[in-house]
């Protein structure tokens, strides 16, 4: 059979049965999978030095040699690609309608909940029953609605580039990864004159329960998850729910007609409390692109805001939660292994000192200038991307009406109520709150730091007029 292909990539994600589609194909001669050879933080798998001759070092150099390599070599050749994986070469592997794309998903809840246990766990494979370890993740939407908006986000990408280049992809399911006459139909939509007569048998499913034994609050998750709109989300050929990139976690006073549109990371629960006292008290959140616009249109004369923080006292606060939470655990291991970034092990950084913390958020800041040039293979996070960048994502659904200053908030959230026709409103928070950066900008500022933030975040400073941190406005 005469193959349309010169290679293929699985668009995947973590827990969605890419290492079981890939072994299976494996098994079939001529075919050769080199695992996650685009991953940030290794090449192919973590114990793997390189792949067709390319290293992990010539690969962030040049990932389009790799790239090349594989299209190149003998047989069949692919590869597995997630939403986080090297940006660089994403777009030529899209436009190539001679790379075969198979796109494989998975029910989003499944998949995360599967993820938060092998985050805990510790345990990505498993090759016998035997070593099964078991925990229960307490269900949290808002991490959810933050992993569910990333991959919605890259599965419209992928559509819409197979749209325009009037390509085509192989569609999966994780369960369809156990189905012969599946595996049986992907291998002929490849080309390849051969059949499996079995699902390769070196992975062990790792979670078989229901839903409701593998999470501590199931009854929680079920109200939760009420609030996503799915319906309007099913838009892909496997639907499952896509949503519009950049939805903002917007909140709503419930007594006013004033929004508040959030950009990370943002120390404002004194800004929250306030909204909460307007009018007959209470806050509306858990937004979507629908109910945000209704609640709009129910609204006339409503105002909306944001807040925009000095760009070296936000990038602050993104790098204590860069170190902090467990959702850059890999990114973590990446900016220390490939970017300099002087960030000790995970029981070591509550203990960093104030000069070892400057020095790793030096470092960071210059990470951060290459990573929004798109010079890097780690994607280019909403935590540290230019508060610029996030307003114009804003402008597509809930362009504010202000931009409040966090030097000034008083004054600015005075006008807006004045604006927005709220009488009786109580006096604005003087300040947003303090941020989580494990070490106050005050101990720490220089002007290293304030040069390593205005060249990471020009557009900031110059769009909206940022003096050095700390000068008088």
């Not at 827990?15 to 933080?41: K, Y």
């Not at 919605?152 to 992928?158: G, M």
């Not at 929004?372 to 597509?396: C, E, K, P, Y």
Request: charged share 25%; hydrophobic share 40%.
């Amino acid at each position: 059979m005469q193959s349309d292909f010169d290679y293929f990539v699985i668009f995947a994600e973590m827990r969605t049965g890419s290492n079981l589609i890939e072994s299976t194909l494996s098994m079939v001669p001529g075919i050769a999978c080199h695992g996650e050879a685009f991953n940030p933080a290794h090449i192919g798998g973590p114990n793997i030095d390189q792949i067709l001759g390319i290293t992990m070092a010539e690969r962030q150099s040049d990932p389009m040699e790799l790239l090349d390599r594989i299209r190149n070599a003998e047989g069949l050749n692919g590869f597995r690609f997630f939403f986080d994986h090297e940006p660089r070469v994403l777009d030529a592997i899209l436009d190539d309608p001679r790379c075969a794309k198979i796109v494989l998903t998975r029910n989003p809840v499944e998949s995360f909940v599967s993820l938060r246990i092998a985050n805990a766990t510790r345990r990505w494979k498993m090759t016998n029953v035997k070593h099964r370890t078991t925990w229960q993740p307490v269900f949290r939407f808002e991490e959810f609605e933050s992993f569910l908006a990333e991959r919605q986000a890259f599965q419209l990408r992928l559509l819409n580039a197979l749209q325009v280049s009037g390509q085509s992809a192989f569609y999966l399911d994780y369960e369809d990864s156990l189905r012969i006459d599946v595996i049986n139909g992907l291998l002929r939509f490849l080309g390849v004159d051969a059949e499996v007569a079995r699902i390769s048998n070196k992975l062990v499913r790792q979670n078989p329960e229901d839903m409701e034994q593998k999470v501590r609050n199931y009854p929680e998750m079920e109200a939760a998850l009420r609030r996503i709109d799915w319906a309007n989300l099913s838009r892909t050929p496997n639907f499952e729910p896509r949503r519009g990139p950049g939805s903002p976690q917007a909140v709503a006073a419930a007594g006013a007609p004033l929004l508040y549109v959030p950009i990370r990371p943002t120390p404002d629960e004194e800004l929250r409390d306030w909204l909460s006292r307007l009018g007959s008290g209470g806050l509306v959140e858990g937004f979507n692109n629908m109910t945000l616009r209704a609640w709009k249109r129910e609204r006339p004369g409503h105002r909306s805001f944001t807040l925009l923080r000095h760009p070296l006292a936000r990038a602050n606060d993104a790098f204590s939660e860069v170190l902090t939470s467990s959702a850059y655990t890999e990114i973590r291991t990446a900016l220390r292994k490939r970017h300099e970034v002087p960030i000790p092990l995970e029981d070591e950084i509550e203990a960093l000192s104030d000069e070892a913390y400057r020095a790793a958020l030096l470092a960071f800041l210059k990470f951060v200038k290459v990573n929004l040039n798109g010079q890097t293979s780690i994607r280019q996070d909403a935590l540290w991307a230019s508060q610029w960048s996030v307003i114009q994502g804003f402008a597509q659904f809930a362009t504010p009406d202000l931009l409040a200053r966090e030097e000034r908030i008083g004054d600015d959230l005075a006008y807006l109520t004045r604006a927005a026709g709220i009488d009786d409103a109580p006096p604005p928070p003087a300040a947003a709150g303090t941020g989580p950066a494990l070490v106050p900008l005050a101990r720490i500022h220089d002007v290293a730091l304030e040069n390593a933030a205005r060249d990471a975040y020009g557009r900031d400073y110059i769009s909206y007029g940022f003096r050095n941190w700390g000068a008088a406005a």
